[in-house]
């Protein structure tokens, strides 16, 4: 059950939030000094904390309410707590609002506010507890893939990359093909090389073709070979192929979808038996290559509009390792920005928000290229958002990019629309609850 501790040394404060509360079914716990308040958060799951600024008879400072605010803040310092307030000044208030107070509501509370409030905070809290554990989670997968596996150095932070670096190892020793799908800059061929570097072969070479940057006339003799003269334009002596140079090891066809219709069929036999001819030539040779294939175009579909070969698509396609845009994989865009920032600046927290708000169509290749010019273009080593250069846009939810700072009006919009719970307002402008009061504070809004 959700848990409320309120900690004020008047006794009907508790009584009216204990009877307050328990109709939207949350348990109170009532302490009536900061002492008792300290030793129940430490024998009790405590999800929320309600707390007075003063204690003493005929004490007005707020001082009594910041040594406890500290207080809990250093042994739970995710815990959501809101401020009550009476005398104290409001300033007081707001300084620990900054300081990581969840918010604070004065004396005589409005019953409606402070249950939107407490809702609110509630569901956040669970949600951060979440968050939390679904971070911890991942670092114990990831530290175990880098205590098992070779990972090339690979950075990412989110589920989504974890789960396809996950099945990448797991399905790295077998002999099987695997095809890697996903869009055009997005590190395919990254996933690549995690395979190649954790399989049985390899101490065997990693090459490398790009079927999609030769013209449809030169991919067969890039991939099987040729002898003199076999085509136009041949050179005058005999050259291998990518399937004998990777002979032993591991060939990675980029951009499988462009690999013409003859040259797929001379694929589909190389995957079944090993054996292929150069052009040109009627002698047969034999290879032991691990294929591991790429492309950001839909197979399926050009098998039925037959371009691509069905049998070669199921082939190609025992195991896929699906690699999202990195839109859907928002974790991973600010460790990828710092390791191509390279320690040469830093990232200011507009910057950090812009990132990750920014769609990246270009995937990791357009972040590189960002961050590359960032670098160039900042003041003092550090990087803003007006450094990136990164498209201005509103959400369709009516969030403000993080570049774009909210006026007064979309400030006092937002407070209304939340009823003057700032967590709620905060949330609608895309802001923290510590940026929202520091722009209330330049711009001079009141909460209302």
């Known amino acids: 059950m959700r848990t409320v501790l309120v900690i004020d040394d008047n006794p009907a404060v508790g009584t009216a939030l204990d009877l307050l509360l328990g109709l939207r079914e949350i348990r109170t716990v009532i302490a009536s000094s900061p002492e008792e308040g300290l030793a129940a958060l430490a024998r009790e799951d405590i999800d929320l904390v309600v707390q007075d600024m003063n204690f003493s008879a005929d004490t007005t400072s707020g001082e009594e309410g910041v040594a406890l605010f500290r207080a809990i803040r250093a042994s739970h310092a995710d815990l959501p707590i809101v401020l009550l307030t009476a005398w104290t000044r409001l300033e007081t208030a707001v300084e620990l609002v900054k300081a990581g107070a969840a918010d604070y509501l004065a004396k005589p509370w409005d019953d409606h506010k402070l249950l939107a409030t407490v809702e609110n905070l509630l569901e956040l809290s669970e949600a951060t507890r979440e968050v939390a554990r679904m971070r ?22 989110s589920s989504a990359t974890l789960r396809v670096v996950e099945l990448a190892c797991q399905v790295a020793r077998a002999d099987i093909p695997v095809l890697i799908t996903g869009p055009n800059g997005a590190g395919k061929e990254r996933i690549a090389e995690i395979v190649q570097a954790n399989s049985a072969v390899k101490a065997g070479p990693f090459v490398t073709v790009n079927c999609g940057a030769l013209p449809s006339e030169l991919i067969e003799a890039e991939l099987f070979g040729a002898e003199a003269g076999a085509y136009t334009g041949a050179t005058n002596r005999a050259r291998e192929g990518r ?47 691990r294929v591991i294939s790429a492309t950001n ?27 999202p845009p990195l839109a859907e994989r928002v974790e991973d865009v600010v460790p990828l920005a710092e390791h191509f920032l390279a320690g040469q600046a830093q990232f200011d927290e507009g910057a950090r928000t812009a990132l990750a708000a920014h ?87 009141t909460q209302g």
């Open 136 to 157: 911890d989670e991942r670092r114990r997968r990831r530290k175990a893939l880098d205590d098992k596996y070779d990972l090339r150095g690979l950075v990412f932070a």
């Open 243 to 289: 399937f004998e140079v990777a002979d032993g090891g591991t060939l990675f066809l980029d951009e499988i979808g462009n690999l013409p219709l003859a040259g797929q069929a001379k694929l589909l036999r190389v995957l079944e038996s090993g054996q292929f001819e150069r052009l040109g030539s009627s002698r047969t040779r034999q290879v032991k290559v």
């Open 297 to 323: 175009a839909d197979l399926p579909a050009m098998i039925q509009m037959g371009k691509f070969r069905e049998d070669l698509y199921y082939r190609l396609n025992v195991i896929e390792l699906r690699l």
């Open 359 to 445: 769609t990246w169509p270009g995937n990791v290749r357009e972040l590189k290229n960002a961050i590359q010019r960032a670098a160039l273009l900042c003041q003092d080593g550090v990087i803003t958002a007006r450094d990136l250069g990164l498209a201005v846009v509103r959400a369709g939810n009516g969030r403000l990019a993080p570049e774009a700072e909210p006026d007064r009006e979309a400030i006092e919009s937002a407070l209304k629309n939340a009823r003057g719970v700032i967590s709620q307002a905060a949330a609608e402008l895309g802001l923290s609850r510590q940026a929202l009061y520091r722009r209330m504070e330049k711009l001079g809004v």
